[in-house]
């Protein structure tokens, strides 16, 4: 017997298509002005798998497992990081 996905709260339908479309435009974005800029793609693929990092959180218990893990899948993290290029002048690379 399968369970009802509106019951279990999970997104279906069009606003999942739409949530992935959006995913991929942003991963092809970063990877097309990555490129631009002339970054080396071990650093890319450090800081696309950095967040998962934060799965060490959880050592220091469940509260701050939760609250590490939303702060580290924020695009404004990564948003972040780029604005500091700004101020310095130069990119982050």
Do not use: N
């Not at 899948?73 to 290029?85: D, I, M």
């Amino acid at each position: 017997m399968q369970a009802d996905s509106s019951a279990s709260g999970f997104v279906s339908g069009a606003p999942k298509l739409l949530l992935r479309s959006e995913g991929a435009a942003r991963l092809a974005a970063a990877l097309f002005f990555y490129a631009s800029i002339g970054g080396g793609w071990g650093r890319f693929a450090f800081l696309l798998l950095a967040p998962g990092l934060s799965l060490l959180a959880h050592f220091a218990g469940p509260r701050a497992g939760a609250s590490g893990c939303i702060a580290a899948h924020k695009t404004t993290a990564a948003l972040a990081y780029g604005a500091l290029g700004a101020p310095i002048g130069q990119a982050l690379r």
